[in-house]
């Protein structure tokens, strides 16, 4: 089976911190996303990595920054949380792009 | 520009009830449909990818079809343990983005 892992489940930080989310997937695929959920609004992709060391700006790569120094990983990164960036995260790992995408358990972050 | 809608937003169903969930899309070269379940506070839990119109394919009480402008989630007899949100989903461009529904939260009462 697929699996995708996600450093916390639920976070809380203070405006102003930098925060790290990680994730872990076991299946050697090529390509991660990171999305955030938010009601009303969906899933929306942040950002996405198709090859290590390589990256792509999503729909809402402002206010965030990502890093794949391995295969298996990939961090997503908030340089100064801000009250908006409330939301829940969730990672996802896929083997080509029209493949099938498996997601993580997903991380909830407060910011206050 | 890409899009995939879900109809209806909600769906209260009792117990054995069957229903369907629909899922219209606009894709240039649609290159598959994917389904997930997503249980309050998780992540979404993979169902099905379909790839040409026609084709079907099945799990428990669920069935996903296909055709070249929407796709449709079949709920046979369902339990309350089928309720969730199903989302849908599609590869947009060649990046493998996936464009997603906002999905249909379905409650089975008992």
């Known amino acids: 089976d697929v699996k995708v892992t996600q450093s916390s489940r639920y976070l809380v930080k203070r405006t102003g911190e930098k925060v790290f989310l990680e994730c872990v997937q076991d299946?050697?695929?090529?390509?991660m996303f990171w999305y955030r959920q938010d009601p009303g609004l969906g899933l929306r992709l942040i950002y996405f990595s198709y090859d290590v060391k390589m990256k792509e700006k999503g729909d809402i790569p402002e206010g965030y920054s990502v890093s794949r120094e391995k295969k298996e990983r990939f961090s997503l990164i908030l340089e100064s949380a801000s009250t908006n960036q409330t939301s829940m995260y969730l990672c996802?790992?896929?083997?080509?792009?029209?493949?099938?995408?498996?997601f993580g358990p997903g991380t909830r972050l407060l910011v206050l | 520009e890409d899009q995939v809608t879900q109809s209806p937003e909600a769906l209260r169903l009792q117990e054995g009830e069957s229903s369907s969930l629909n899922c219209s899309y606009t894709?240039?070269?649609?290159?598959?449909l994917f389904w997930y379940r997503q249980d309050p506070g998780k992540g979404p839990e993979f169902l099905f990818t379909l790839y040409s119109a026609g084709e079907e394919k099945e799990k428990e009480r669920l069935k996903a079809t296909l055709t070249k402008k929407e796709s449709f989630l079949h709920i046979t007899a369902p339990k309350p343990e089928d309720s969730a949100t199903y989302l849908c989903a599609a590869p947009s461009g060649n990046t493998g983005k996936l464009i997603f529904g906002q999905g249909t939260t379905l409650q089975v009462k008992p």
């Open positions: 894709v240039s070269g649609l290159r598959g």
């Open positions: 996802a790992s896929g083997l080509a792009v029209q493949e099938t995408q498996y």
């Open positions: 299946m050697d695929h090529e390509n």
